[in-house]
């Protein structure tokens, strides 16, 4: 007897990207077909793990038909849908939406970012020097996070990981609106106020750097954060039955960053705050 | 749900206040005092689905506690959220959405004063000017978008907290008459009746204006009087199919702006598999310079309870949720008691008409939040979630509110199908033109000597409307379809009032704003108001809206003085930055957000 | 007068070097590892015959094939047992009783998919915070949970309904709803005659336990044990879970049983998404087992009894196994008051601190002739040791695999090296055994687990290679080439007899209340548990600086606190029949009047198990910790802590 569910059976869609047939499970969304047929479409609020929030809009295309460009994240693909991905129009609100980013968010820290800035020509500098930027100081409140909101492009990512999606503790919303929408805990409270339980499933998710470990900031304040320098390897933890995968980040025989794998089985990317900031006690050295 | 509370507790003034909206709390961990529920409490604890489907209560404990106390506590909205077992940092979340609440301490009386097109062209600056220095610290003046009271600009709202909590209009509002009803709003004098807002009241040949001013609006003997609940009898008489395919043939299409056909709605929704199925009326009728909703509401208001049934008949739903704009309180007040009324004659209920047909309406408020006319955020919003738009697809008709399928319309696309039923859709069809059937609500304000609603078959110019209402000399601008609409020259007047012959002129019906401006109003202050619009309603939710009405507002400032050369890179910026929002913005509030200024750039050559 | 007392637990520094001294009187001096385990062998070696191992339900199960192998072939003793015995060991012992296997028969993703969850002495939301996760996935994808539990914990407000019964009363409880199901006809009487023994006996056994009898004894509300016997029963699938609430009593196995019974009862075994899942509480209690790391069986799970098991691990380690069961960890302990083991090799555990009435612990440890302890800790245990021994941290320093409730062997890895002279396990373990006359050779952990793999069938098919590539593997898995269900016992459901197996007797076992009874000197029960962010006696938790942590403190219900007239924060004196302690008071709504919660996450500051039982589970041996008798007493000058 074979075990490995596979599901109820979905049928295969057809339809093109950028003008070549292509074949998609049923449910799959126009990025997934996107990135199996080898096509590059930058993602920012896009999470492995997550529902697609489709809120950055960084990764819109072309769909033959449709009045407006359409997030490839979350827009399933649809039998003989037409999608052009690299279109004038589609590279015009990429570069748009890295424009207004790069000017009201602190990008310094966020993968990839640089290189798409590059890629769109985006000038972020173009409006001016008295365009208005989130000017928020970072928040450390704790001695396991750090809350650094001027790097927040308000992906949601971590409101869903906290919410109903995985961690269920619901201890951060979006508040207020607009621009002036921040990330915060009920009454904008300190951390240590709230019902957050230092999971750090929120900071597994930040796709800016706008959630931090303390243990990776206060390195990156001390420029002693080097991450071509470390390594990684994949355990068990040692807290509970449960059997959760933990990725070690080890700099200079120092456990740093504890993260899980997203297709892990157990933890989905998940861990608890033993498994995730309870390492301490193997190098406390003397 | 293992819910994190704080130390603040309510004061007994904000629990009365909740659990006069949810009833005293049955158990301790709902809040109850331990003291006489514990023994039972510690033995057996229900929770669950159960509890946590009362999520939707959350914005009416909100208003509860708003109008109440006048703003929002820790201690408050953590009772709040101990009944209905909601995370309070969502309840924040919610809490800070809405213009109309505040989360810290504020006088118990909030004067709204309208600052939007109409009302700063009829001197809304100076008003408030005189407030601030004419009133006290006991009243929080609030500058407010579009109040929706445009035939009577300026215009303001006064809202003193208490038990119950008291409102007064004042408009067109003085100094002097804003300071008295924000003081004493129960010897506030009382506001005009609607009838006021429809010069062409008590004409021959209205269709659905025809009992505003005629009949008594409470009273539910004058209704069916003058016709009403004819059209329901007709649509038993019909069946669900019956009606669908009437108001197919008809040719109605949503008069909320994107004039989406009314009849393939329907049956689209009554063709689902998935049950329930619910009827939404939209009233959160916040585009600028709009307020025909409200005068059908006030003045007619057992015609849209009648409309709804119908439509809810006809779609195979037994629930119907009325979402009206908080800053609408006599239209609230006028339809509760019409829905009351109803229900106690038995045309709401159980068994209608003895018909066996079973259908109720439920009043929702909103609290202050443009972004809740989008029909998703508006479902968002009644389900106690920030009004923030949901993804398109899946569409209402599949995943509605409460992810079941639903009809969403408009208070005035609703109140059309009372004609429709009465008359046959073939007579209906005959109004208008061929595509646009059926007559049409204008809500015209501004430089004008009669301002108001006005009803007219669809195919009269801009002209003959504007005419109608009495334009003043020295027109600089018609604004149609309300801030997400566009200008249109006074050399434009014979734009006949279609969907097809407005988009074929480039501009847009939207919601039946006209809007007329001389020249008295500098053109970038209007633009520069629409941006500051925009920029304040914009839910925040997709960058290309959040940021970029936050540089379109930027740039218009920078500009504001420039004209030509000086202004052309800015213009190019802002052109650029409105491509963006107008293709990659999740709902219509982003993808419109450029619309006004881009039309007064091209037709009216602003900046030149 | 306030004191502001630091809330981080004690933190521990790694051991770095061997540490040894000829009497307890003595300091310890460092040592080379040669002289180290030169003394170790010499003392170990003078107790033959009246040894034992305390393996460690933390290390891998390499580490723990190589230890219950040292025991039964270097020193030719079954006496070999981990900590298990304090947790789990009657989940082991109840569901090999009724299925002849002891691992829990499901899986965490069948959670996800089932109709109705019942999660019985299990505060999961904090002790399993990643299982509940697949809990919380199940709750939105309909499933309805159900809480029994004397306190209504996190993982209770989840549930639609939560039974707060009196601590102590889960038989009742069990059978009551067991009642329930056989009156209202919503037994699955096909897989009773099919699957089951001894349902006649067990129907009459509980035909007392009406729904008001059980209203009496356990506390809840009679509709509410009707509710949850009907949801269970009407479920198309569900998953009964349970954790120490379950297991931690003087009965332990016996609850376990009757928690069996509602799975056979009703047919909620051997299908997808209907099972039992007992939770671990540590990450390799279940294949510290499997490895044989118990008196009572042999690698894979083999019973010692058998005499064909035997013979072929005799054959395979050339050596004489004992036909006998070995002693348990609380036998063992029983022993050394006895002066019948004289010696212990305690790799990683600390019993000093983790058992039950911990003073008695720490006297028998001090009647040991000779005790070597090889951790990475000096801990309250290494304290009274003769040789201590540094070892690695398994789960960092070290390769290997260790295996989760879900039946999971994964591996892990080797991520940091270890500080000073500290070594692994395996390398101590061999070392010692060549001084002992044995000489083995390990390459590296993949070769002891080879060795397993060759002897333990439902581990056969479990390569390093597979393991990598399926992200772990369930047991059993006896095939290189294929994967078996993810849940167990499916043969149950065969038609064919012979497939089908032996039947799964249902479990006649009698309600039997705590032994340390409340009265008037003593009118508090105190219960024990986990919070989220520590774990066990703290030596590894308290290395990071928590913002949750508080410290240790006695949890009464605000009736009570006001009955002894104390406030948050007020230290109080907490005494039992075997001792006293001083702690801080917490005030929690979640619990009721005579009812107290304490945790032992924090010995060094308020020793809990000094207060606890050592009541023992006649057939798994676990302790009462969950049911002691106290009283509360305000001091005459409170200090006040913050």
Same mark, same amino acid.
Request: glycine residues 10%; negative net charge; charged residues 25%.
């Given at each position: 007897?074979?075990?490995?569910?596979?599901?109820?059976?979905?049928?295969?869609?057809?339809?093109?990207?950028?003008?070549?047939?292509?074949?998609?499970?049923?449910?799959?969304?126009?990025?997934?077909?996107?990135r199996?047929?080898?096509?590059?479409?930058?993602?920012?609020?896009?999470?492995?793990?997550?529902?697609?929030?489709?809120?950055c809009?960084?990764?819109?295309?072309?769909v033959?038909?449709?009045?407006?460009l359409?997030?490839?994240?979350?827009?399933?693909?649809?039998?003989?849908?037409?999608?052009?991905?690299?279109?004038?129009?589609?590279?015009?609100?990429?570069?748009?939406?890295?424009e207004?980013?790069?000017?009201?968010?602190?990008?310094?820290?966020?993968?990839?970012?640089?290189?798409?800035?590059?890629?769109?020509?985006?000038?972020?500098?173009?409006?001016?020097?008295?365009?208005?930027?989130?000017?928020?100081?970072?928040?450390?409140?704790?001695?396991?996070?750090?809350?650094?909101?001027?790097?927040?492009?308000?992906?949601?990512?971590?409101?869903?990981?906290?919410?109903?999606?995985?961690?269920?503790?619901?201890?951060?919303?979006v508040?207020?609106?607009?621009?002036?929408?921040?990330?915060?805990?009920?009454?904008?409270?300190?951390?240590?106020d709230?019902?957050?339980v230092?999971?750090?499933?929120?900071?597994?998710?930040?796709?800016?750097?706008?959630?931090?470990?303390?243990?990776?900031?206060?390195?990156?304040?001390?420029?002693?954060?080097?991450?071509?320098?470390?390594?990684?390897?994949?355990?068990?933890?040692?807290?509970c039955?449960?059997?959760?995968?933990?990725?070690?980040?080890?700099?200079?025989?120092?456990?740093?960053?504890?993260?899980?794998?997203?297709?892990?089985?157990?933890?989905?990317g998940?861990?608890?705050?033993?498994?995730?900031f309870?390492?301490?006690?193997?190098?406390?050295?003397? | 749900?293992?819910?994190?509370?704080?130390?603040?507790?309510?004061?007994?003034?904000?629990?009365?206040?909740?659990?006069?909206?949810?009833?005293?709390?049955?158990?301790?961990?709902?809040?109850?005092?331990?003291?006489?529920?514990?023994?039972?409490?510690?033995?057996?604890a229900?929770g669950?689905?159960?509890?946590?489907?009362?999520?939707?209560?959350?914005?009416?404990?909100?208003?509860?506690l708003?109008?109440?106390?006048?703003?929002?506590?820790?201690?408050?909205?953590?009772?709040?959220?101990?009944?209905?077992?909601?995370?309070?940092?969502?309840?924040?979340?919610?809490?800070?959405?809405y213009?109309?609440?505040?989360?810290?301490?504020?006088?118990?009386t909030?004067?709204?004063?309208?600052?939007?097109?109409?009302?700063?062209?009829?001197?809304a600056?100076?008003?408030?000017?005189?407030?601030?220095?004419?009133?006290?610290?006991?009243?929080h003046?609030?500058?407010?978008?579009?109040?929706?009271?445009?035939?009577?600009a300026?215009?303001?709202?006064?809202?003193?907290?208490?038990?119950?909590?008291?409102?007064?209009?004042?408009?067109?509002?003085?100094?002097?008459?804003?300071?008295?009803?924000?003081?004493a709003?129960?010897?506030?004098?009382?506001?005009?009746?609607?009838v006021?807002?429809?010069?062409?009241?008590?004409?021959?040949?209205?269709?659905?204006?025809?009992?505003?001013?005629?009949?008594?609006?409470?009273?539910?003997?004058?209704?069916?009087a003058?016709?009403?609940?004819?059209a329901?009898?007709?649509?038993?008489?019909?069946?669900?199919?019956?009606?669908?395919?009437?108001?197919?043939?008809s040719?109605?299409?949503?008069?909320?702006?994107?004039?989406?056909?009314?009849?393939?709605?329907?049956?689209?929704?009554?063709?689902?598999?998935?049950?329930?199925h619910?009827?939404?009326?939209?009233?959160?009728?916040?585009?600028?310079?709009?307020?025909?909703?409200?005068?059908?509401?006030?003045?007619?208001?057992?015609?849209?309870?009648?409309?709804?049934?119908?439509?809810?008949y006809?779609?195979?739903?037994?629930?119907?949720?009325?979402?009206?704009?908080?800053?609408?309180?006599?239209?609230?007040?006028?339809?509760?008691?019409a829905?009351?009324?109803?229900?106690?004659?038995?045309?709401?209920?159980?068994?209608?008409?003895?018909?066996?047909?079973?259908?109720?309406?439920?009043?929702?408020?909103?609290?202050?939040?443009?972004?809740?006319?989008?029909?998703?955020?508006?479902?968002?919003?009644?389900?106690?979630?920030?009004?923030?738009p949901?993804?398109?697809?899946?569409?209402?008709?599949?995943?509605g509110?409460?992810?079941?399928?639903?009809?969403?319309?408009?208070?005035?696309?609703?109140?059309?199908?009372?004609?429709?039923?009465?008359?046959?859709?073939?007579?209906?069809?005959?109004?208008?033109?061929?595509?646009?059937?059926?007559?049409?609500?204008?809500?015209?304000?501004?430089?004008?000597?009669?301002?108001?609603?006005?009803?007219?078959?669809? *195919? !009269? &110019? $801009? /002209?003959?409307?504007?005419?109608? =209402?009495?334009?003043?000399?020295r027109?600089?601008?018609? @604004? #149609?379809g309300?801030?997400?609409?566009?200008?249109?020259?006074?050399?434009?007047?014979?734009?006949?009032?279609?969907?097809?012959?407005?988009?074929?002129? *480039? !501009? &847009? $019906? /939207?919601?039946?704003?006209?809007? =007329?401006?001389?020249?008295?109003?500098?053109l970038?202050? @209007? #633009?520069?108001r629409?941006?500051?619009?925009?920029?304040?309603?914009?839910?925040g939710?997709c960058?290309?809206?959040?940021?970029?009405?936050v540089?379109q507002?930027?740039? $218009?400032?920078?500009i504001?003085?420039?004209?030509?050369?000086?202004?052309?890179?800015?213009?190019? @910026? #802002?052109?650029?930055?409105?491509?963006?929002?107008?293709?990659?913005?999740?709902?219509?509030?982003g993808?419109?957000?450029?619309?006004?200024?881009?039309?007064?750039?091209?037709r009216l050559?602003?900046?030149? | 007068?306030?004191?502001?007392?630091?809330?981080?637990?004690?933190?521990?520094?790694?051991?770095?070097?061997?540490?040894?001294?000829?009497?307890?009187?003595?300091?310890?001096?460092?040592?080379?590892?040669?002289?180290?385990?030169?003394?170790?062998?010499?003392?170990?070696?003078?107790?033959?015959?009246?040894?034992?191992m305390?393996?460690?339900?933390?290390?891998?199960?390499?580490?723990n094939?190589?230890?219950?192998?040292?025991?039964?072939v270097?020193?030719?003793?079954?006496?070999?047992?981990?900590?298990?015995?304090?947790?789990?060991?009657?989940?082991?012992?109840?569901?090999?009783?009724?299925?002849?296997?002891?691992?829990?028969?499901?899986?965490?993703?069948?959670?996800?998919?089932?109709?109705?969850?019942?999660m019985?002495?299990?505060?999961?939301?904090?002790?399993?915070?990643?299982?509940?996760?697949?809990?919380?996935k199940?709750?939105?994808?309909?499933?309805?949970?159900?809480?029994?539990?004397?306190?209504?914990?996190?993982?209770?407000?989840?549930?639609?309904?939560?039974?707060?019964?009196?601590?102590?009363?889960?038989?009742?409880?069990?059978?009551?709803?067991?009642?329930?199901?056989?009156?209202a006809?919503?037994?699955?009487?096909?897989?009773?005659?099919?699957?089951?023994?001894?349902?006649?006996?067990?129907?009459?056994?509980?035909?007392?336990?009406?729904?008001?009898?059980?209203?009496?004894?356990?506390?809840?509300p009679?509709?509410?044990?009707?509710?949850?016997?009907?949801?269970?029963?009407?479920?198309?699938?569900?998953?009964l879970?349970?954790t120490?609430?379950?297991?931690?009593?003087?009965?332990?196995?016996?609850?376990?049983?009757?928690?069996?019974?509602l799975?056979?009862?009703?047919?909620?075994?051997?299908?997808?998404?209907?099972?039992?899942?007992?939770?671990?509480?540590?990450?390799?209690?279940?294949?510290?087992?499997?490895m044989?790391?118990?008196?009572?069986?042999?690698?894979?799970?083999?019973?010692?009894?058998?005499?064909?098991?035997?013979?072929?691990?005799?054959?395979?380690w050339?050596?004489?196994?004992?036909?006998?069961?070995?002693?348990?960890?609380?036998?063992?302990?029983?022993?050394?008051?006895?002066?019948?083991?004289?010696?212990?090799y305690?790799?990683?555990?600390?019993?000093?601190?983790?058992?039950?009435?911990?003073?008695?612990?720490?006297?028998?440890l001090?009647a040991?002739?000779?005790?070597?302890?090889?951790?990475?800790?000096?801990?309250k245990?290494?304290?009274?040791?003769?040789?201590?021994?540094?070892?690695?941290?398994?789960?960092?320093?070290t390769?290997?695999?260790?295996?989760?409730?879900?039946?999971?062997?994964?591996?892990?890895?080797?991520?940091v090296?270890?500080?000073?002279?500290?070594?692994?396990?395996?390398?101590?373990?061999?070392?010692l055994?060549?001084?002992?006359?044995?000489?083995?050779?390990?390459?590296?952990?993949?070769?002891?687990?080879?060795?397993?793999?060759?002897?333990?069938?439902?581990?056969?098919?479990?390569?390093?290679?597979?393991?990598?590539?399926?992200?772990?593997?369930?047991?059993?898995?006896?095939?290189?080439?294929?994967?078996?269900?993810?849940?167990?016992h499916?043969?149950?459901?065969?038609?064919?007899?012979?497939?089908?197996?032996?039947?799964?007797?249902?479990?006649?076992?009698?309600?039997?209340?705590?032994?340390d009874?409340?009265?008037?000197?003593?009118?508090?029960?105190?219960?024990?548990?986990?919070?989220?962010?520590s774990?066990?006696?703290?030596?590894?938790?308290?290395?990071?600086a928590?913002?949750?942590?508080?410290?240790?403190?006695?949890?009464?219900?605000?009736?009570?606190?006001?009955?002894?007239?104390?406030?948050v924060?007020?230290?109080?004196?907490?005494?039992?029949?075997?001792?006293?302690?001083?702690?801080?008071?917490?005030?929690?709504?979640?619990?009721?009047?005579?009812?107290?919660?304490?945790?032992?996450?924090?010995?060094d500051?308020?020793?809990?198990?000094?207060?606890t039982?050592?009541?023992?589970?006649?057939?798994?041996?676990?302790?009462?910790?969950?049911a002691?008798?106290?009283?509360?007493?305000?001091?005459p000058a409170?200090?006040?802590?913050?």
């Amino acid at each position: 007897m074979t075990v490995t569910p596979l599901g109820i059976p979905r049928r295969l869609l057809e339809f093109t990207i950028d003008g070549e047939p292509v074949r998609a499970p049923e449910g799959s969304t126009i990025l997934d077909a996107c990135r199996a047929a080898g096509k590059d479409v930058p993602t920012l609020c896009q999470g492995d793990t997550l529902t697609p929030k489709n809120a950055c809009r960084v990764c819109v295309v072309e769909v033959e038909g449709s009045r407006t460009l359409v997030p490839a994240c979350s827009r399933r693909a649809e039998p003989g849908m037409q999608v052009r991905t690299d279109t004038e129009r589609a590279r015009h609100s990429r570069r748009i939406v890295l424009e207004l980013l790069a000017s009201s968010v602190d990008l310094s820290t966020t993968p990839g970012v640089a290189e798409w800035i590059k890629e769109y020509e985006a000038k972020p500098d173009r409006f001016g020097p008295d365009a208005a930027r989130l000017n928020e100081e970072p928040r450390i409140d704790n001695d396991l996070y750090v809350r650094d909101y001027d790097k927040c492009i308000l992906c949601y990512k971590c409101v869903d990981a906290c919410g109903d999606q995985w961690q269920n503790t619901f201890a951060i919303s979006v508040s207020g609106r607009g621009f002036d929408a921040r990330i915060a805990v009920e009454h904008d409270a300190p951390l240590t106020d709230s019902a957050c339980v230092y999971c750090g499933n929120c900071i597994e998710v930040c796709p800016t750097g706008a959630l931090s470990f303390k243990s990776e900031f206060d390195r990156r304040s001390a420029g002693t954060w080097d991450e071509a320098a470390q390594t990684q390897t994949t355990t068990v933890c040692a807290y509970c039955g449960v059997g959760c995968n933990l990725t070690l980040h080890v700099q200079d025989n120092e456990i740093v960053k504890v993260t899980s794998p997203h297709d892990n089985p157990v933890t989905h990317g998940n861990l608890c705050i033993k498994g995730r900031f309870g390492y301490q006690h193997v190098q406390n050295r003397g | 749900m293992d819910l994190h509370f704080g130390d603040s507790m309510p004061t007994d003034e904000e629990r009365a206040a909740v659990d006069a909206l949810l009833g005293p709390p049955e158990s301790s961990w709902e809040g109850a005092a331990r003291e006489g529920t514990t023994a039972a409490d510690l033995r057996w604890a229900r929770g669950g689905r159960q509890a946590r489907d009362r999520r939707d209560l959350l914005l009416p404990g909100l208003h509860a506690l708003n109008d109440r106390v006048g703003w929002i506590s820790e201690g408050a909205l953590d009772y709040l959220c101990r009944r209905l077992t909601v995370p309070p940092a969502e309840a924040y979340g919610v809490a800070t959405f809405y213009a109309m609440f505040s989360v810290k301490p504020r006088p118990a009386t909030v004067l709204h004063v309208c600052t939007d097109l109409t009302c700063t062209a009829a001197g809304a600056r100076e008003l408030c000017a005189g407030l601030e220095s004419g009133l006290g610290p006991g009243v929080h003046v609030d500058r407010s978008p579009c109040l929706g009271l445009c035939e009577r600009a300026p215009a303001t709202l006064a809202i003193r907290a208490g038990d119950p909590a008291r409102t007064a209009v004042s408009a067109p509002a003085t100094v002097r008459e804003a300071v008295l009803a924000a003081t004493a709003p129960d010897s506030a004098p009382e506001e005009p009746a609607a009838v006021s807002a429809v010069p062409q009241a008590g004409s021959e040949g209205l269709v659905l204006l025809s009992r505003v001013g005629v009949v008594d609006p409470a009273s539910l003997d004058d209704y069916r009087a003058h016709g009403g609940y004819s059209a329901l009898r007709r649509a038993f008489a019909l069946g669900p199919a019956g009606v669908i395919r009437e108001v197919t043939d008809s040719g109605l299409v949503g008069r909320g702006g994107a004039a989406f056909p009314t009849g393939r709605k329907w049956q689209a929704t009554a063709s689902q598999p998935d049950h329930p199925h619910y009827l939404v009326c939209n009233a959160d009728e916040s585009e600028p310079g709009t307020f025909k909703d409200r005068v059908l509401m006030e003045g007619d208001p057992y015609a849209l309870v009648e409309a709804m049934t119908i439509a809810a008949y006809a779609i195979g739903g037994h629930q119907g949720y009325l979402y009206v704009r908080g800053e609408y309180p006599r239209a609230i007040h006028r339809m509760q008691y019409a829905v009351d009324q109803a229900r106690a004659r038995g045309l709401l209920g159980d068994d209608i008409l003895g018909q066996g047909y079973a259908f109720d309406i439920e009043i929702r408020r909103g609290a202050g939040a443009y972004i809740c006319g989008e029909e998703t955020a508006l479902f968002n919003s009644i389900e106690g979630y920030r009004g923030e738009p949901r993804s398109k697809p899946p569409f209402p008709v599949e995943k509605g509110l409460f992810g079941k399928p639903t009809v969403e319309n408009n208070v005035e696309t609703l109140v059309n199908v009372l004609p429709i039923l009465t008359m046959g859709a073939p007579a209906y069809a005959a109004i208008g033109t061929a595509k646009s059937t059926g007559p049409k609500l204008f809500c015209v304000s501004g430089s004008v000597a009669r301002p108001g609603v006005y009803e007219v078959p669809f *195919g !009269a &110019t $801009l /002209g003959e409307l504007l005419a109608r =209402a009495g334009v003043r000399d020295r027109l600089r601008a018609v @604004l #149609l379809g309300g801030a997400a609409g566009g200008f249109v020259r006074p050399d434009e007047m014979d734009i006949p009032l279609t969907f097809e012959g407005t988009r074929a002129a *480039g !501009a &847009t $019906l /939207g919601s039946g704003v006209v809007m =007329a401006f001389d020249d008295t109003v500098p053109l970038p202050r @209007l #633009l520069l108001r629409i941006a500051e619009f925009f920029r304040d309603e914009s839910c925040g939710q997709c960058v290309p809206c959040r940021v970029g009405t936050v540089r379109q507002e930027e740039v $218009l400032h920078r500009i504001a003085q420039r004209t030509g050369a000086a202004a052309a890179d800015d213009i190019a @910026l #802002l052109r650029e930055v409105g491509r963006a929002m107008r293709d990659a913005s999740i709902c219509g509030l982003g993808q419109t957000a450029w619309n006004a200024v881009e039309s007064a750039i091209d037709r009216l050559g602003a900046y030149e | 007068m306030r004191s502001t007392r630091n809330r981080g637990p004690k933190t521990y520094t790694r051991l770095t070097h061997p540490l040894v001294r000829d009497s307890r009187d003595e300091p310890f001096r460092p040592a080379s590892w040669e002289e180290a385990l030169d003394r170790a062998a010499r003392g170990l070696a003078a107790a033959r015959g009246a040894f034992g191992m305390f393996s460690c339900a933390r290390a891998t199960n390499e580490m723990n094939y190589v230890a219950q192998k040292f025991a039964r072939v270097v020193m030719g003793t079954n006496n070999v047992d981990s900590c298990n015995r304090t947790c789990h060991a009657p989940s082991v012992a109840g569901l090999s009783a009724a299925f002849g296997s002891g691992g829990g028969t499901s899986s965490y993703e069948e959670i996800e998919h089932t109709d109705v969850i019942v999660m019985w002495g299990s505060n999961a939301r904090f002790a399993h915070p990643i299982f509940f996760q697949h809990v919380l996935k199940g709750i939105r994808n309909g499933g309805r949970l159900y809480a029994v539990d004397p306190r209504r914990t996190s993982t209770a407000a989840w549930a639609e309904s939560w039974l707060g019964l009196n601590v102590g009363t889960d038989i009742p409880m069990a059978h009551a709803i067991g009642r329930e199901i056989i009156h209202a006809g919503l037994a699955n009487h096909a897989f009773i005659e099919r699957a089951t023994s001894g349902f006649e006996e067990y129907k009459a056994l509980v035909e007392p336990w009406t729904l008001s009898l059980a209203e009496k004894v356990t506390g809840v509300p009679a509709a509410a044990v009707r509710e949850v016997a009907h949801a269970y029963a009407r479920a198309e699938r569900a998953q009964l879970c349970w954790t120490l609430g379950i297991t931690e009593h003087h009965n332990g196995t016996d609850n376990v049983r009757a928690l069996i019974n509602l799975s056979l009862l009703t047919g909620h075994v051997g299908r997808y998404g209907s099972g039992l899942q007992p939770l671990r509480g540590q990450n390799n209690v279940q294949g510290g087992g499997d490895m044989g790391a118990i008196p009572n069986r042999l690698p894979g799970f083999q019973d010692v009894l058998d005499p064909d098991v035997r013979l072929r691990f005799e054959s395979a380690w050339d050596t004489v196994i004992q036909p006998h069961y070995g002693l348990n960890l609380t036998e063992m302990f029983e022993a050394m008051e006895d002066g019948t083991l004289k010696a212990v090799y305690c790799i990683g555990e600390n019993p000093a601190q983790s058992e039950a009435d911990s003073g008695q612990a720490v006297r028998r440890l001090k009647a040991l002739d000779f005790l070597v302890v090889q951790d990475i800790f000096l801990t309250k245990t290494a304290e009274l040791a003769h040789v201590v021994l540094p070892a690695t941290a398994g789960w960092a320093e070290t390769e290997g695999t260790t295996t989760n409730s879900e039946r999971r062997v994964q591996r892990v890895r080797r991520a940091v090296t270890p500080p000073g002279e500290a070594r692994e396990d395996i390398d101590i373990l061999c070392d010692l055994a060549a001084r002992l006359g044995h000489d083995w050779k390990y390459a590296d952990a993949e070769t002891v687990w080879n060795e397993l793999r060759s002897v333990s069938p439902d581990h056969y098919g479990m390569t390093y290679d597979r393991l990598e590539e399926h992200q772990g593997i369930q047991w059993p898995c006896p095939s290189t080439e294929r994967l078996e269900p993810t849940y167990l016992h499916g043969r149950l459901w065969e038609t064919e007899p012979e497939r089908r197996g032996r039947r799964a007797p249902f479990g006649l076992v009698q309600h039997d209340p705590p032994v340390d009874l409340t009265d008037e000197e003593y009118p508090i029960r105190l219960t024990t548990g986990r919070r989220l962010d520590s774990y066990n006696t703290g030596v590894q938790s308290g290395g990071y600086a928590s913002p949750l942590r508080r410290g240790e403190y006695v949890e009464l219900c605000p009736e009570d606190a006001e009955r002894h007239g104390v406030v948050v924060g007020e230290e109080v004196r907490v005494s039992s029949r075997r001792g006293s302690v001083v702690a801080p008071v917490w005030i929690d709504t979640a619990l009721r009047p005579g009812l107290a919660f304490m945790t032992m996450h924090f010995p060094d500051e308020v020793d809990t198990n000094q207060l606890t039982i050592e009541a023992n589970c006649p057939i798994a041996g676990t302790a009462e910790f969950k049911a002691s008798a106290i009283r509360i007493e305000k001091l005459p000058a409170p200090t006040y802590v913050r």
